[in-house]
């Protein structure tokens, strides 16, 4: 029965991005208020549907 250490185990563990040594790239795009801005274009068809289909919707 061979017996595994968790030394041995993490040893084989590399980087998941070869851009970061930690393996986490940094935010794109960097400036917080684009990201909000680039969010916000990508969630506005999907409001546009949910409104338009609530002010359509018949009365219960």
Known sequence: ???LS???LFDRDVPRFL???A???P???RRTWLRWAMRG???LPLIVV???YA???PEP
Do not use: I, N
Request: charged share 10%; no cysteine.
């Open 27 to 29: 935010p794109y795009p």
């Open 23 to 25: 393996g986490v790239l």
């Open 41 to 43: 274009v990508l969630a």
């Open 1 to 3: 029965m061979s017996v």
């Open 6 to 8: 968790g030394q041995h």
């Open 50 to 52: 949910v409104v338009r």
């Open 55 to 57: 002010l359509l919707a």
């Open 19 to 21: 851009e970061s040594p």
